[in-house]
């Protein structure tokens, strides 16, 4: 054991040069010599060392001695190791083992393919420089994977991008790449053989490469036409996954046919521009000259997409390119195209929109993989990217209804141009719905036409950003930066897109790098403000031009076989456009871009089904609505929900609801006659004000949850209530295009407060208010705005109802005819319902007309904050039974009706405010002397029910109150409303001479119905003209008087003290006789 421990000592004191040879013999010499005993720290470094093994080992130590190849290869290393200079208890190698390395082990031949031989093992040592070269070209390569895009040659141009084309194959990488990893790594070192690391795929089936093939491999993956940005996903599966599409060595050839297919497909995008550039030069259509390709890499979408199983595609895009599209994704017929430059007048009903903003829907059959498909291009305004969430929504819809539970048969793609990519802050929005559960669409597929402007704006001064498309890192997913004019690249690029979107069912995005060869329209001139890029854009030849040569030169096609395909192509156009010559009209039927397919047929269109139900459904929704869940005992409920469904079934004991309750039983109703409810927005599975509690937590058990209102019915409809992200502008926009798929379904959203909807104000005036108007596209969506003064502020007071009247479609000079399908013929040809409820039963019966409609319109409904638990707020059974049905207006039932000829004031109000008039005027003692009736529904305005009110009480001073200031509110809608409801008995149609001239009806009656003087001191031919269906203005007049607030720039007070001093004002206002 002495010897064996002295060899040990001996053999770390070797000079680690020394030659093998001149080793042993100096350890021959050594233990002959006895040396003395080593240190203790060097023999406690040597745990092998014991008694029982000492004897074996000083064996094995003779015998090498003699003769190295006498022992095991183990032991060989060992002893060479030590002479080497191994310090002690490092000389020690483990044998080759099939089990997997331990955590933070490398095994050694990984470090390089010489290292795996047995004689470079036994006759070198490892040095630092070895191991410090392996992880080297580790870092190397995950450099280009980090930031080979850094310095890809993206642009056409060659503006802003490092053109890696030119340089010699055995330069060293650029150092935006490697950084400082060459360092100690030179020319000499590039044709050194390295072992590949799992984390990379250029070598194939090859496990070794030298390090200049590894170089050339990786740039031709990450530095060529394509710049993959994808290393800070998390997943480490993700990103090999998209290692092994871009590294594998030849995994973007294409077949001769697939190239032929390119090339035709090209040419159709690039013949289409420029027939309309030749037939209507002078007319904008925002062409896709410099970024054609995106026609066929749509198509190539399509295609892969479709042979993965996908069945629907759902598309928004702005107006670039969108006719294109249309014609060539989509095969609109070109004729319907055609005349939309032509000037036609329209055949049928709505206002219509530019070309460039219509939509479609086509079932065809996909060529390629020979399946039926389903493409629709949603409509958009012009307010860039807003139309995503409205995509993501349909697309949503769709997968809900078609039990399209994983995103496998319905998939949505969205187009976007650069600047409104980085611009726009929907965009974000937009993409933080992608992965919450009730919003997913499992996977978006974006393209971005990157023109590298934004209308006269270059990109350093419209963004802050590397890239545009940076945004879409906040959700992980891979953005893939491709040169447009490099059309085999993109195809890949669609592929692989395609490929990603089916594996993860996660966002991607397709950065196509191209150029804009006009200006912003075809009319508008770029050289103003980029004259440099615009002289070498007027140098650069078609992409199609590129493509062919490419092909020609490769053989794959002649120059006969390309002009071939443009003529065939050129004449299809010449046919349709004369076709287009011979119609009439242009029809706004033919861009719908939602059919409800069987929906309005069979149908008597001004005819409503009953919205009364029976007392025994009223009674079970109710109680299952108050109870806990049924066979859970052990669900632990917070013993203040307890206490409010102890209050529910005291209630439903004394047969009436409150406001939660009504609103529970319409949805209950709902879903048991099988329509599907969906109840959206901020926190709304609880409410805002704490009312509705539609979700019970298990207070003990994390996710553990109860929906009553889906479990009512064991055939019901599915009930769907989710709390969205922190966001109005994107939830609305999604809720508004789920509702649009289908017409059987009850879609709500609800703002926290009605103040916040402004900030979706665009999806409310673009696509609520003027969707029907524009684009022939019906809309059930409810918006529910939570509304009134309560002493909260200016920000959480007012839904801003005064907006939604400004936009309502019925003309105030008009009294329109009264009959017995009036209030029906009102709601179809207006745009939209505002209304103000002040019970819950009408709140019941509001719900459930949505459905029972034989048409559909979005329903504006201002809701209460303190009436949700007001003692007096709450409406009996025998209010929402079989038989009743919504009231436009709510007459007065007290005292006062008993006597209408002894009422001295009528005063019409709406909402909250009701119960603090008639509070007000019961501690008055004005019960007999004021009536008070209420309009729930405000637009369309109840001309026949104002005026029946009015007429019941003939003396009565007619008066408005409201709780909003004078200049918001209802007032300014219903001034002239009630004076056209009072003072025309008979449908009023203007004359020839007043619709010749501006002013409004308003301004044109104002003086005789408002004089300053008698009526008898007007002179005849100050009277305004009358046709002969009108009735003259009599000279007992009735007008009505505001009483409010008075006028302000804030919608509320935000001083307590003010805002009930201005309550008491209102009052006092409204009943001082």
């Known amino acids: 054991m002495n010897r064996a421990r002295a060899m040990s000592y001996l053999l770390s004191r070797a000079s680690p040069g020394m030659p093998l040879g001149a080793s042993r013999a100096w350890l021959i010499g050594a233990t002959r010599s006895k040396a003395s005993a080593p240190p203790s720290a060097a023999l406690a470094a040597e745990p092998f060392l014991n008694g029982s093994s000492s004897n074996y080992v000083e064996e094995m130590y003779t015998a090498w001695l003699s003769d190295p190849k006498s022992v095991h290869q183990s032991w060989d290393t060992f002893f060479r190791n030590a002479v ?25 031949t990984s470090l390089a393919p010489a290292l795996a031989s047995p004689q470079m093992v036994s006759d070198a040592p490892i040095s630092d420089k070895v191991i410090d070269d392996h992880l080297a070209v580790q870092g190397i390569i995950r450099a280009y994977q980090a930031r080979g895009h850094l310095v890809a040659a993206l642009d056409p141009l060659g503006i802003d991008r490092e053109a890696l084309s030119e340089r010699h194959p055995t330069t060293l990488p650029s150092k935006t790449v490697v950084r400082n990893y060459f360092d100690y790594i030179g020319e000499s070192d590039m044709e050194r053989s390295f072992k590949l690391p799992l984390s990379t795929f250029v070598g194939g089936s090859e496990t070794t490469l030298p390090l200049k093939e590894i170089i050339k491999r990786l740039e031709d993956a990450y530095c ?42 090209l040419t159709r995008s690039h013949g289409f521009e420029a027939f309309l550039a030749r037939k209507f030069s002078s007319e904008k259509r925002f062409g896709l000259e410099g970024c054609e390709i995106l026609i066929p890499a749509m198509k190539q979408v399509i295609d892969r997409s479709t042979s993965l199983g996908v069945e629907s595609f759902v598309m928004g895009m702005p107006h670039r390119g969108r006719l294109n599209v249309l014609s060539n994704v989509c095969r609109k017929p070109l004729e319907h195209i055609f005349c939309q430059f032509a000037g036609l007048d329209t055949g049928d009903e709505g206002s219509g929109d530019v070309k460039y903003h219509l939509g479609t829907y086509v079932e065809r059959l996909n060529r390629v993989t020979n399946k039926n498909i389903r493409l629709a291009i949603v409509a958009n305004p012009s307010h860039l990217e807003a139309v995503n969430p409205v995509v993501q929504g349909k697309t949503r819809a769709e997968q809900f209804y078609h039990g399209d539970s994983e995103g496998n048969k319905v998939l949505s793609v969205l187009l976007h141009g650069d600047a409104a990519f980085s611009g726009q802050g929907i965009v974000y929005e937009t993409f933080h719905l992608s992965e919450l559960p009730q919003y997913t669409t499992h996977g978006t597929i974006h393209v971005v036409v990157n023109n590298q402007i934004g209308f006269t704006t270059d990109p350093r001064m419209s963004r ?46 397709i950065d196509l790098v191209c150029y804009r060869r006009n200006g912003h329209n075809e009319i508008d001139e770029p050289m103003f403000t980029q004259p440099l890029m615009y002289n070498r854009i007027r140098k650069l030849k078609p992409c199609i031009d590129l493509y062919s040569d490419k092909l020609v030169s490769e053989g794959v096609v002649t120059k006969e076989e390309a002009k071939e395909v443009r003529d065939k192509y050129e004449k299809i156009l010449e046919e349709a456009f004369a076709a287009a010559k011979m119609e009439t009209r242009v029809f706004n039927k033919h861009w719908i871009d939602s059919p409800w397919s069987g929906f309005f047929e069979g149908k008597d269109p001004l005819r409503a089904s009953p919205t009364g139900i029976h007392e025994d459904t009223i009674t079970h929704i109710c109680r299952r609505f108050s109870s806990a869940p049924p066979n859970a005992s052990d669900f632990v409920i917070h013993r203040g929900l307890q206490r409010i469904l102890n209050a529910r079934m005291e209630m439903v004991k004394e047969r009436t609801i409150d406001w939660a309750m009504g609103e529970a039983v319409a949805f209950g109703s709902l879903l048991k006659e099988g329509i599907h409810v969906r ?26 949850q109860y929906n009553a209102l889906a479990h009512l019915y064991p055939d019901q409809a599915p009930y769907t209530v989710c709390n969205s992200s922190l966001s109005e502008y994107a939830v609305l926009g999604f809720e508004l295009g789920f509702s649009m798929t289908n017409p059987n379904a009850l879609v709500i959203w609800e703002a926290q407060f009605g103040d916040f909807h402004n900030t979706a104000q665009c999806i409310i005036d673009q696509f609520i208010a003027s969707g029907q108007s524009k684009w022939i596209r019906q809309t059930g969506l409810v918006l529910l705005l939570p509304h009134g003064m309560e002493g909260m502020g ?32 009102q709601l179809s040809d207006i745009n939209w319902i505002v209304a103000s409820c002040s019970t819950p039963a009408n709140l019941f019966h509001i719900l459930r007309r949505q459905i029972a409609l034989p048409f559909r ?34 007459p007065e039932a007290g005292p006062a009706s008993k006597n ?35 309009m729930e529904q405000i637009a369309p305005f109840p001309y026949d029910l104002v005026k029946q009110e009015c007429d019941k009480y003939p003396e009565a001073e007619l008066v408005w109150s409201q709780e909003e200031h004078k200049n918001m509110g209802a007032w300014s809608y219903i001034q002239p409303r009630i004076a056209t409801a009072l003072n025309c008995e008979k449908h009023l149609i203007p004359s020839a001479s007043e619709s010749q001239e501006s002013q409004s009806w308003y301004e044109y009656w104002f003086p005789w ?46 001083n307590k003290k003010t805002h009930l001093r201005e309550l008491k004002n209102l009052l006092e206002d409204a009943l001082a006789l």
């Open 84 to 108: 080497s200079g191994a310090r002690p208890g490092e000389a020690y190698t483990a044998p080759p083992s099939l089990a997997e390395p331990q955590a933070n082990h490398v095994p050694l």
């Open 224 to 265: 060529r036409s394509i710049g993959v940005e994808f290393m800070f996903i998390n997943s480490l599966e993700q990103c090999n996954w998209i290692r092994q599409k871009f590294e594998t060595p030849g995994i973007m050839y294409m077949s001769a046919q697939e190239k032929r297919l390119l090339l035709a497909r």
């Open 464 to 509: 802050s950003s590397p890239y545009c498309t940076d945004v879409a890192r906040v959700v992980n997913a891979p953005i893939f930066h491709v040169n447009a004019d490099d059309p085999e690249a993109v195809m890949h690029v669609c592929n692989v897109a395609a490929d990603w979107r089916h594996t993860f069912h996660k966002d991607v995005v």
């Open 679 to 704: 109840l959206s927005g901020q926190d709304v599975e609880r409410g805002t004000f704490s009312h509705r509690h539609h979700i019970l937590h298990h207070q003990k058990v994390d996710k553990s």
């Open 794 to 825: 200016p920000e959480h007071s007012s839904a801003r109802l005064e907006r939604f009247l400004q936009m309502t479609s019925d003309d105030p000079d008009i009294l329109p005819a009264f009959s017995s399908d009036f209030a029906i013929r």
């Open 857 to 890: 319109k979005p329903l504006i409904l201002m809701t209460p904050k303190s009436l949700l638990r007001h003692p007096e707020a709450k409406s009996p059974f025998d209010d929402m039974v079989e038989g009743t049905e919504f009231q436009r207006v709510i």
């Open 900 to 934: 209408p000829a002894g009422v001295k004031r009528l005063i019409f109000c709406s909402g909250k405010v009701y119960y603090d008039l008639t509070a007000a005027r019961k501690e008055a003692g004005l019960e007999e002397s004021i009536a008070i009736s209420r």
């Open 1009 to 1054: 119905l408002f004089p300053t003087s008698s009526p008898s001191e007007v002179s005849p031919s100050e009277a305004p003209a009358t046709t002969q269906s009108e009735t003259p203005v009599a000279s007992d007049t009735r007008v009505v008087r505001y009483a409010g607030r008075p006028v302000s720039a804030s919608p509320a007070t935000g």
